[in-house]
């Protein structure tokens, strides 16, 4: 198996920063794709930021310019740096890790985290 363990979340002022880790630890896996989505109260889960095992990444438009997702393959951890938070940015962050195990069998996988509350307001 295959668990994340996020930390990071808490209460930020308009404008603060934050940076959220992910770390996926197991046995036997190679990641591949790692994303971060939120969800705030009655809205529906949306992605935030993706991170390929190349380095590509990509944004939501709401994110651009102010969030950087990156990864350190070695410790299998995915960051969110987060910049000029606004109080719409408020949510839970959860992150997501896919991969495929090292087996011979090369079986996929998609790993959640428990979620983080990310609190903007002033």
């Known amino acids: 198996q295959v668990q994340l363990v996020e930390s990071g979340g808490g209460l930020v002022q308009p404008g603060g920063s934050l940076r959220l880790s992910c770390a996926a630890s197991g046995s036997m896996f190679s990641i591949n794709v790692m994303n971060w989505h939120r969800q705030a109260p009655g809205k529906q889960r949306e992605l935030v930021a993706t991170?390929?095992?190349?380095?590509?990444?990509n944004y939501a438009d709401s994110v651009k310019g102010r969030f950087t997702i990156s990864r350190d393959n070695g410790k299998n951890t995915v960051y969110l740096q987060m910049n000029s938070l606004r109080p719409e940015d408020t949510a839970v962050y959860y992150c997501n890790v896919n991969g495929y195990r090292t087996t011979s069998w090369g079986t996929p996988f998609s790993s959640w985290g428990q979620g983080t509350q990310v609190t903007v307001s002033s």
């Open positions: 991170i390929t095992s190349g380095g590509s990444t």
